[in-house]
Every structure is written in structure tokens, then in C-alpha cells.
């Protein structure tokens, strides 16, 4: 998987919850898109580059700087550029702590790494729009996957995406929207993708043979809640040669039985 967490971070629109419809707030979604495009900078940046960058006018991007230092979210150095600050730790601590998914989830997740030798994460799913990982053991093998806790990625992509699509109430235009607007290695054609989805709601796992990153397959189940909404998926992934035939359903199985057991752990 390859973070999109910039995707559309300086849109002066609010993102709207799942189903629900939200008034913007120009200066939260602007603080917001700083936020997000400083943590996702190595080099700290000017009040000029984050103007330029998140398409702001200049003035309006400094006071929100300011406001943000104030509140020690970010802080800024003698040559007046601008970084995550210590705050910003505190606020992501506080949610991982409070976050009962990733408790339960993490055990099952480090458990399939070591068994399967393949990457697991744990995401939570709130919309169409965006999927979040919220806990994440790594492959001991060495291969590159660009994920890490809090990554964000376009809801309906890969084998998650497939998920997302099948349990959805979603109007098929609303799905079919965001979909054409994914950015596959190797794109699938929404035909296809559509008849895909029945079988991944009657078979209650998806594969992505490839297809979002070459030479990886990335497995998902679902965790449903008890209204019968899909809330969170366990993931697995790892390079494709070893991830096929009588090992591929070995490991489904196992992450379908890790699933159910997150999902009753979360009802209690």
C-alpha cells in the first residue's frame, strides 16, 4: 500500500462523515491541510512554501502558523520555518491509547506476521472516501511497503476497497464516482471490479492479486459490527510468490477466525 495522505489535504472543503453532510469551516480545513502536509514534509517549511504548496493566501497561512504554535501543535525555528511540535505527539498518543481497536487488534496482527511472514494491519474503514490505519505489525521479510500508522488511503482501493464497495448502502453512482478516480499499477477495468464484489461479500474475504502495487498480493477480511456495518478490516500483505495456492487459504482462514475474534472483543 502507498500512503495517499495528501490526497486532497488543501481542498477548502469540508470531508463529509460517512452519510453525513458537513457545513465547511474554512479555517479548520486549511489548519487541518497544514497539519498534514508538515507531517508529511522531512524539511521544515516556510510561511511562503506552505502558502504555495496548500495553494493559501500568504498572510492567512501565517496567522494560522501562528495560531498553531500557540498551541503547540507545530513550533517554528530562528529562520522562521515550521515543523510538527511536541504537541502534535501528545494529541496522536492520547488517540492511540483511547482507540479499543488497535488494543484488540494489535495481538492478532503481530500473531499473523509471525506465523505468515507477511505485513498485517489493522484499518478502520469510515467512508467511501478514505480508509485509516490505525495498527500495523511488519514482515520479517524484506520487502517495501510504504504504510505506517495513521496512513490514509482512497477508501475503495485495493482489497480493502473491494470491501468497503460490497458491504456498502452506497448508491452504485456514488461508488462508481470514487472509483474511477483510484490510481492502480495495474488498473482494473469497473466492470470487472463490480462482479468481483458479489463474490467478496458471499465469500466475506478480498484479494488484490497485484493490482494496486505490482508483485504484491494483499489480502482482507471484514469486521463487522453488530448493526452489520463494516467498521474495521484486518489486512495482510506480502510478495505475491508467496501468497498463493493452499498457504493463501490457510491464511485467510487464520485472519478470518483473528477477525471474528477482534469483532466480539469489540461488541463486549
Not at 91 to 119: I, Y
Not at 176 to 188: E, G, K, S, V
Not at 189 to 215: C, F, H, M, N, P
Not at 236 to 254: E, F, H, K, R
Request: include cysteine; proline fraction near 5%.
Amino acid at each position: 500500500m502507498t500512503d495517499s495522505s495528501s490526497t486532497d489535504s488543501g481542498s477548502p472543503s469540508a470531508r463529509a462523515a460517512y452519510g453525513t453532510r458537513v457545513r465547511p469551516v474554512p479555517a479548520v480545513t486549511r489548519a487541518i491541510a497544514i497539519l498534514r502536509l508538515l507531517t508529511q514534509t522531512r524539511e521544515p517549511l516556510s510561511a511562503k512554501q506552505v502558502a504555495q504548496a496548500l495553494h493559501i493566501v500568504p498572510s492567512t497561512a501565517l496567522h494560522i502558523l501562528r495560531a498553531l504554535v500557540a498551541e503547540d501543535v507545530i513550533t517554528v525555528d530562528a529562520a522562521k520555518r515550521y515543523r510538527p511540535g511536541a504537541g502534535m505527539l501528545a494529541l496522536a498518543r492520547g488517540m492511540l491509547e483511547h482507540n479499543s481497536f488497535r488494543t484488540v487488534v494489535q495481538p492478532a496482527l503481530d500473531q499473523l506476521s509471525r506465523t505468515w511472514q507477511v505485513t498485517a494491519i489493522g484499518v478502520e474503514t469510515p467512508s467511501l472516501d478514505q480508509m485509516v490505519v490505525l495498527a500495523l505489525a511488519r514482515s520479517p521479510l524484506p520487502f517495501s511497503l510504504h504504510v505506517d500508522v495513521g496512513s490514509r488511503f482512497p477508501g475503495l482501493i485495493s482489497a480493502t476497497g473491494r470491501l468497503v464497495a460490497a458491504y456498502s448502502n452506497e448508491p452504485w453512482d456514488a461508488i462508481a464516482q470514487r472509483f474511477r478516480q483510484l490510481r492502480w499499477q495495474h488498473p482494473i477495468d469497473i466492470d470487472t471490479w463490480r462482479k468481483e464484489l458479489e463474490t467478496v461479500r458471499a465469500q466475506g474475504y478480498s484479494v488484490d492479486r497485484g493490482g494496486y502495487i505490482g508483485g504484491i498480493t494483499i489480502v482482507a477480511v471484514p469486521i463487522i459490527d453488530s448493526t452489520g456495518r463494516l467498521t474495521h478490516t484486518i489486512v495482510c500483505a506480502g510478495v505475491s510468490n508467496t501468497m498463493d495456492g493452499a498457504q493463501a487459504d490457510a491464511l485467510i482462514a487464520d485472519m478470518q477466525a483473528r477477525a471474528a475474534e477482534v469483532a466480539s472483543l469489540l461488541t463486549h
